[in-house]
T-cell receptor, first 114, second 114 residues
Framework: NAGVTQTPKFRVLKTGQSMTLLCAQD?????MYWYRQDPGMGLRLIHY???????AKGEVPDGYNVSRLKKQNFLLGLESAAPSQTSVYFC?????????????FGPGTRLTVT | EDKVVQSPLSLVVHEGDTVTLNCSYE??????LLWYKQEKKAPTFLFML????IEKKSGRLSSILDKKELSSILNITATQTGDSAIYLC??????????????FGKGTKLSVKP
């Protein structure tokens, strides 16, 4: 039981390049989330999904896209990376609220955009 | 605007000290308050407090929710160097399709010196 895993762990991009971050969970959770964490800013929600085939915008969605084609996977895409997207990205998952509310986090992806 | 504020932002103590971390919130339709510990990587879940469970304890850690004052405290007694981490407070709300979402504070960085 791996919990929540993220690929890759580190990445360096040049401005304008694109990439996809993969999040996978093996806990059969319905809800999945993408956050970014910047120094002094806490965790900010980028996009989230309440089930397979659904996605919704969070607090800071601009410049990112997501897809949830399979229940266990949640992909975060950067179409044209910018230096402002340099951050640590965390994926999380949870059961349906009302059953349990805590979110389980992956180990993070450190992204640097030069 | 919904917000979660933690104080202090950083704290340095010596082993054996007792510390109190604070979290206050202004949100619509409060559902739950969660505490996480973040060492070098992913945040790990500590406690969840709701209207039906306003006090939690686990070993040297304890937390209380004050719904009247819209705040919570996290106490750590007999601190150890292994308690050094960022402690995150998050609040969940009840509304619509985003009822699983959490709003995070910026965190309190605790450093415990030998």
């Amino acid at each position: 039981n791996a919990g929540v895993t993220q690929t890759p762990k580190f990445r360096v991009l040049k401005t304008g390049q694109s990439m996809t971050l993969l999040c996978a969970q093996d806990m059969n959770h319905e809800y999945m989330y993408w956050y970014r964490q910047d120094p002094g800013m806490g965790l900010r929600l980028i996009h989230y999904s309440v089930g397979e085939g659904t996605t919704a915008k969070g607090e800071v969605p601009d410049g990112y896209n997501v897809s949830r084609l399979k229940k266990q996977n949640f992909l975060l895409g950067l179409e044209s990376a910018a230096p402002s997207q340099t951050s640590v990205y965390f994926c999380a998952s949870s059961y349906v609220p009302g059953i349990a509310y805590e979110q389980y986090f992956g180990p993070g992806t450190r992204l640097t955009v030069t | 605007e919904d917000k979660v504020v933690q104080s202090p932002l950083s704290l340095v103590v010596h082993e054996g000290d007792t510390v109190t971390l604070n979290c206050s919130y202004e949100v619509t339709n409060f559902r739950s308050l969660l505490w996480y510990k973040q060492e070098k990587k992913a945040p790990t879940f500590l406690f969840m407090l709701t209207s039906s469970g306003i006090e939690k304890k686990s070993g040297r850690l304890s937390s209380i929710l004050d719904k009247k004052e819209l705040s919570s405290i996290l106490n750590i007694t007999a601190t150890q160097t292994g308690d050094s981490a960022i402690y995150l407070c998050a609040v969940g709300m009840n509304y619509g399709g985003s009822q699983g979402n959490l709003i995070f504070g910026k965190g309190t960085k605790l450093s415990v010196k030998p």
